[in-house]
């Protein structure tokens, strides 16, 4: 329930706060959506993350606390990894005691952009990126891919939950300025990138070929042949083509899909259609 104070009891700025606080809400912030639900989304975790800091802020007034408590148990939800960068915002407001109803407001306006950007570095870029020079290396044996992988991947998602929250704490709501303002064209060219690397993957790894042979006399009818003449990795392009509208128009999970491929490469396989 939504406290009707407009503002704290003591509005005496408190002393920033330092760094093993700060370190200690960006462990923390790896359990933001371990208590996930449907009703505030991610609230409860968003509390946990920051609750060190409040603690810290609000240490000399314990109605204080109560109230910032109250209020950032409100709906929450933003990208995963990059949540450091709200809660530095919001810590470096709750440091200063401005007034609640822009606390709450700059909280919503930090949480929104995060989504389609967070999206954009790791889903579109970070994570085909890395999984394509991996996989390669895992396909071929070496152990090194795996490791690799989720090496490259916590180097980076770690480095952006440090960064962020010392960044924005420093700022304060001068972070979503600067964050915000070429949001637009970094999360395209980020998306673009991401669809060119998903590509790239399709006609490198795809080995899905047909094996149907047409009897000609001496000059046999490849189909195969006929299809790699027209666009070479036709059969992968396709396959991945129909997956995507199935998931994006049909709304299909990611694991029925798979179990489809499943079906359609144990059918081709037995009838012969697929080499």
Sequence with gaps: MASNATHY??????????????NKMVFRSLNLQASFNYERMQAAGWLYCILP????????????LKLSMEHNLEFFNTHPFLVTFVMGIILSLEQQKADIETIRAVRVAAMGPLGGIGDAIFWFTLVPITAGITSNMAINGSLAG???????????QFACRFFLMYWSYNLGTKAIDILTANAKEFTRAASMLGVFIVGALTS???????????????????IQSILDGVLPKLIPLALTLGLF????????????CIALLLVIGLVGAFFGIFA
């Design 9 to 22: 009891n003591n509005l005496t700025p408190a002393k920033p706060l330092d760094k093993a606080t700060l």
């Design 53 to 64: 800091g409040l603690e810290k802020i609000h240490s000399d007034n314990k109605e204080d």
């Design 146 to 156: 795996p490791i690799m992988f989720l090496l490259i991947f916590n180097i980076v």
């Design 204 to 222: 490198n790894y795809g080995g899905t070929t047909v094996a149907t042979v047409i009897e000609n006399g001496d000059s046999p009818i490849v």
């Design 245 to 256: 509208f199935l998931m994006k128009k049909k709304n299909w999970k990611p694991v029925t």
